[in-house]
């Protein structure tokens, strides 16, 4: 009689331990699922968070580096051409480029030879690259309201043309043959903000520059310097070592005249929205206090430290 009591007892256990055991592998599988999920939005949160120090810290020192070319100090010790230009402060690291308007082709100035030099740097062969710029034309048209006739469209153009300057570089990517092509290819070899049918060359980008080298004569749209900026294109990329993520910035700055002072920013640059502004080649090193000032170099050693 002991010893059944004995077998009833010992299959009671093994019983309630086999269902401990299933119950606890329930609650495993509801619980472990949302500690993960818990586990990995915090890592988002703070990816999103450190994303979004990067970027007001870039932002900042963007505004510093408009300053530093509206008041001209910038001009002589940063390339103006899209050349990248990079610093370190402690374990931050800080890339610059900055495009001087003068150096691009402007939608609403450029004549045909030039437009056209201007889409032969985008890929395009010498018909193609023609018809784009006799499209462009077109479409920017007669900015003469009482014209006689408005231009026709082409298949090259958008199906209507607007008659009227390019408000953005962007406008371009109504045109079929362009709908593809990157906005920010675009904006590195387009403009509308430096208001002249001329070029320099001396801060034309390596895209651009290229395609010159190229042509036999440029003629007289493409000249050697020219006077004043009145426009750059400034971007920013800033990184924690270690953490593979980057803040960047990026905008146009329109340098306002010397009895206004300053700049103002005419529109945020697509660029810095989509695209890495890592150094796609290597960089022109420097000290931050060269780049961004002692003050604010100072600022940044402080808080890097």
Same mark, same amino acid.
């Given at each position: ?15 309630? =331990? ?59 010790k =940063? ?16 890339d ?7 150096g ?12 056209? =030099? ?38 090259a153009?958008?199906?209507e ?58 003629g ?17 990329a ?27 920013r ?24 060269? =780049? ?14």
């Amino acid at each position: 009689m002991s010893a059944k009591r004995s077998g009833d007892e010992s299959s009671s256990a093994g019983f309630s =331990l086999v269902a401990v055991l299933v119950f606890l592998l329930i609650v495993s599988a509801i619980v472990v699922p949302f500690a993960v999920t818990a586990k990995t939005r915090l890592l988002i949160a703070n990816n999103e968070v450190e994303q979004e120090r990067l970027s007001l810290l870039a932002e900042g020192l963007a505004n510093v580096v408009s300053s530093e070319l509206a008041d001209g100090s910038a001009t002589d010790k =940063l390339p103006l051409d899209s050349t990248p230009t990079s610093c370190r402060s402690g374990e931050f690291a800080f890339d610059v480029r900055i495009q001087d308007h003068s150096g691009l082709i402007d939608l609403n100035a450029a004549d045909v030879h030039l437009l056209s =030099l201007g889409f032969a740097s985008l890929g395009f062969d010498r018909q193609a690259s023609e018809t784009l710029a006799k499209a462009t034309i077109q479409f920017r048209g007669n900015a003469n309201a009482f014209a006689a006739q408005a231009e026709p469209t082409t298949a090259a153009g958008p199906s209507e043309n607007k008659q009227a300057p390019f408000e953005s570089v962007s406008e371009l990517q109504e045109f079929s043959a362009l709908a593809s092509t990157p906005s920010h290819d675009l904006y590195k070899v387009f403009t509308v903000n430096s208001k002249r049918g001329t070029l320099s060359l001396d801060h034309t980008p390596n895209r651009l520059r290229a395609i010159f080298a190229d042509e036999s004569g440029s003629g007289a749209s493409v000249m050697q310097g020219v006077g004043q900026a009145s426009a750059y294109t400034v971007e920013i990329a800033a990184s924690r070592d270690g953490s593979g993520i980057a803040g960047q910035a990026g905008f146009i700055i329109e340098v306002l005249p010397a009895s206004a002072a300053g700049f103002r920013r005419l529109s945020r640059n697509p660029a810095a929205e989509i695209v890495d502004l890592a150094p796609s080649m290597p960089s022109r090193a420097t000290d931050c206090d060269g =780049l961004f000032g002692t003050e604010i170099a100072q600022i940044l050693r402080g808080w890097a430290s």
